[in-house]
């Protein structure tokens, strides 16, 4: 049996905003934190895939974080948490430590700076983006033409939903 989550549209997100640090464009646009969604047998896989889907941002993979930092120039990304916990950077390099555990969703704009510095064994989440930006890529600081991936981040349009909370949800009011 899929359980699906329960989730107000007024249920308000934790911000974090990261300006480009000439290696991780990052983006203007904030991470948004979901925390604490669902409860015990609620949290699963299946169930934040069929918010992600009921909102226009399709699952595409289930997994965990890279280990080294990488960002996506051409795509925003929502990771949902439905097993462990996890530590990661976001910002970049030199970017903020960030605990997600199994509940948390983590919404990150185009260009933000990501990495895992450490997992429980049990460390698992599924991963959706915008419909129409599944072909996303993996972008390297360093390794990256900087210009040209901030370029590609400037020119993405803005989700019209957010993942989790819908069309009146807080990416709207924040993304908006």
């Known amino acids: 049996m899929t359980l699906s989550l329960s989730i107000p549209s007024d249920t308000a997100p934790e911000t974090f905003s990261f300006a ?6 990052n983006n203007r646009l904030p991470v948004l934190v979901y925390r604490d969604l669902g409860t015990a047998g609620e949290i699963t896989a299946e169930a934040f895939e069929t918010v992600f889907a009921a909102n226009a941002w399709p699952p595409q993979w289930r997994g965990g974080v890279f280990a080294y930092h990488h960002f996506h120039s051409n795509a925003h990304e929502a990771l ?22 199994a509940g948390d969703v983590v919404i990150l704009p185009a260009g933000t700076g990501h990495c895992r510095i450490s997992a ?10 915008p419909a129409g930006y599944g072909d996303w890529d993996i972008c390297k600081p360093g390794e ?5 991936a901030a370029a590609r981040i400037a020119a993405l349009p803005t989700p019209a939903i957010d993942p989790i909370t819908g069309a009146e949800g807080a990416l709207a009011q924040l993304w908006g």
């Open 20 to 25: 480009d640090d000439g290696r991780t464009p």
């Open 80 to 101: 949902a948490v439905f097993s462990g916990q996890a530590e990661l950077v976001l910002g970049g390099e030199a970017g903020q430590p960030v605990r997600l555990a």
């Open 120 to 129: 429980s064994a049990d460390f698992e989440l599924t991963a959706a983006y």
């Open 144 to 148: 990256t033409d900087h210009d040209r």
